[in-house]
Nanobody, 121 residues
């Protein structure tokens, strides 16, 4: 099970750290990824971290403002978002898969339920 938290209403230029708490399986056996989905848009891959957390991949479209990390001792993954913009308004979801490739392809084995982030101007 994956449970996201940390979303909410934030002003333009602010920052948020989202948390994804995992349970039920060996967390360190899974690559972790973060995604977002805005109304009427496709689900977007924001980045992922390998099982150990020693390497993280970001698509070119989001490089710079998003930072993904994980703490395997706490079975938790994080998404730090800086300099928030109105277009960042979306539901943010974490996901897990044994393959980072499947996260990149937006076909992970497990999804969280998502947390809403709303950026107001």
């Amino acid at each position: 099970q994956l449970v996201e938290s940390g979303g909410g209403l934030v002003q333009v230029g602010g920052s948020l750290r989202l948390t994804c708490a995992a349970s039920g399986r060996t967390f360190s056996s899974y690559a972790m990824g973060w995604f977002r989905q805005a109304p009427g848009k496709e689900r977007e891959f924001l980045g992922g971290t390998i099982k150990s957390g020693s390497s993280t991949y970001y698509p070119d479209s989001v490089k710079g403002r998003f930072t993904i990390s994980r703490d395997n001792s706490k079975d938790t993954a994080y998404l730090q978002i800086n300099n928030l913009k109105p277009e960042d308004t979306a539901v943010y979801l974490c996901a897990a898969d044994q393959s980072l490739h499947n996260l990149v392809e937006v076909t992970p084995e497990f999804w969280g339920q998502g947390t809403q982030v709303t950026v107001s101007s």
